[in-house]
């Protein structure tokens, strides 16, 4: 990404500026620590690049969407995803640059499990992508925990007094992806028609899949 | 969290943010740090912050993200606060030296 154009930057200056657009502190002060580890040899600028464009094009929750569309059609792989996450989507080309593991956790008419990091954000990347900002959020952070049902609700989801709610708490080494329930009426439906009723909230828990 | 959204938004809400998401990936993929060293400093930082005010996720994290990785490289000597300062300050001349729609480029330091 070029640090010529900054699209979300305020462009309220006259353009009789004389000089170009001062970028943020923040800003300058991220481009400054940049050059001193390029110069110092400790980075290469092209891999941020190719970090920068994979994040932001090539993954997203359409990965995560793969795996739960699979598993719904899938018995056999519903049942190593299940007993392995890690190894399975990794197998897919979907594996966590920092190591971390990879857990599903299914929801059930019994049991709903929604994902949250109190500690920071850690958040299963190579299936979701970067997180959304309510994600990282202290108000959902703190409140996942505290009143889920509470926050489910926020979310537009009410679930039956019988399905008891479950908060998975993320951390540096064990990321959660959450297998929504298949909707009904998606008998016969193909992996590709799945996915598009899988959300990326839906895998965080904070929604429920789509329907038809 | 008022309004959950439901379509896919960008990844990064400003250049920095990823510019600064991408440099620490790439300083824990170069070994440079254990990434769970990197969470437990930052959860910190965000703990620290979030006791004076409700961090919104957005400007406020990634504020507490540069702040944890400026802190977190001056004290594994990777990059020591003056060389930094002294860097951001060239570059803020740089672009007040530059005419406007010119590209910025650092002189040699």
């Known amino acids: ?212 | 969290m008022k309004d959950a959204p439901t379509v896919q938004e960008h990844a990064f809400e400003e250049p920095w943010h990823a510019q600064v998401f991408a440099l620490t990936v790439h300083l824990n993929e170069a070994g440079h740090f254990e990434w769970s060293d990197w969470a437990e400093r930052f959860g910190a930082t965000l703990k620290r912050h979030g006791l004076a005010k409700e961090l919104n996720g957005g400007a406020d994290y990634f504020a507490a993200w540069l702040e944890t990785l400026e802190g977190f490289l001056a004290e594994r000597e990777l990059a020591a606060p003056g060389d930094v300062a002294a860097l951001r300050a060239a570059w803020e001349a740089a672009y007040r030296a530059t005419p406007h729609g010119a590209p910025v480029t650092l002189a040699d330091a």
């Open chain 1, 1 to 212: 990404m070029g640090w010529g154009s900054l699209p979300f930057m305020p462009h309220d200056h006259s353009h009789d500026d004389p000089h170009a657009l001062l970028p943020s502190d923040p800003a300058l002060r991220v481009k400054a620590l940049e050059t001193l580890l390029t110069r110092k040899g400790l980075i290469d600028p092209a891999a941020l690049d190719e970090i920068i464009d994979t994040y932001e094009n090539k993954i997203g929750p359409r990965n995560g969407a793969r795996v739960v569309a699979r598993a719904w059609s899938d018995p056999d792989f519903h049942a190593a995803l299940m007993a392995d996450a890690t190894a399975v989507v990794s197998e897919m080309g979907f594996y966590g640059r920092q190591g971390e593991h990879m857990v599903a956790v299914e929801n059930r008419p019994e049991v709903h499990n929604i994902v949250v990091c109190t500690l920071c954000s850690c958040y299963p990347w190579p299936l979701l992508g970067i997180p959304p900002g309510w994600y990282k959020s202290d108000a959902y952070r703190a409140r996942a925990v505290r009143e889920p049902r509470k926050v489910l609700a926020d979310f537009g989801v009410v679930l039956p007094d019988e399905t008891a709610v479950r908060v998975w708490d993320s951390t540096a080494e064990i990321r959660y992806l959450v297998i929504p329930q298949r909707p009904d009426g998606t008998e016969g439906m193909n992996e590709d028609a799945l996915m598009d009723l899988i959300s990326r909230d839906s895998m965080i828990g904070t929604a429920l899949a789509g329907t038809p």
